[in-house]
């Protein structure tokens, strides 16, 4: 989900199938994807499994990225990954030091978030670019994701 045109998502969808096909993927695949600012879409990761850019699915999907691949491991039927919240924004919480700490009054901030979900690692060694956690704050509109992206990386990164 994303505020983006049509001709972004026809593109998103075109490189998806075209990859999907190619590489005759069966089960679930993360492809990430970045948008420059002349909305050309370029292919950043693909994935042949779970991928931290689905996670905002574990609160905002009717069915998870982490349930959907058991139920095609376990041979059952897909479940909809239609969105149970108008929009959703997710921002993984990297580490931005060398430190011993697990961080708990920035995670209290962050929790404070209206509709937050905050998933912690249970890692208590932090590194810079070491990925600590992820928060998933639940939007009314998508054109707020911006903005609450920004206040959980200023929050996150405050003092620092």
């Known amino acids: 989900p994303a505020a983006v045109s049509d001709g972004v998502v026809e593109d998103c969808q075109a490189i998806a199938r075209s990859l ?9 695949f993360g492809i990430e994807l970045f948008l ?30 982490f349930a959907q691949i058991l139920r095609a491991v376990c ?20 580490g931005f030091e060398t430190a011993e700490s697990d961080y708990q009054e920035k995670r209290d901030r962050l929790l404070a978030f209206p509709q ?5 690692y249970g890692k208590r060694q932090s590194r810079p670019g070491r990925k600590l956690g992820h928060v998933t704050v639940l939007l009314e509109d998508v054109q707020e994701a911006e903005a609450v992206a920004g206040a959980i990386e200023a929050i996150w990164q405050a003092d620092h």
């Not at 420059?36 to 499994?49: F, K, M």
């Not at 041979?75 to 990297?94: H, R």
């Not at 937050?116 to 912690?120: C, E, G, M, V």
Request: aromatic share 4%; proline share 5%; hydrophobic share 40%.
């Open 75 to 94: 041979d059952l039927p897909l479940g909809s990954t239609a969105m149970t919240s108008p929009a959703a924004v997710m921002v993984n919480l990297l």
């Open 20 to 28: 999907l096909t190619h590489l005759d993927v069966v089960g679930l």
């Open 116 to 120: 937050a979900h905050l998933y912690w």
């Open 36 to 65: 420059t600012q002349d909305e050309q879409v370029l292919v950043n990761e693909i994935a042949p499994r779970t991928h931290n850019s689905g996670h905002f699915s574990l609160d905002a999907c009717e069915t998870s990225q």
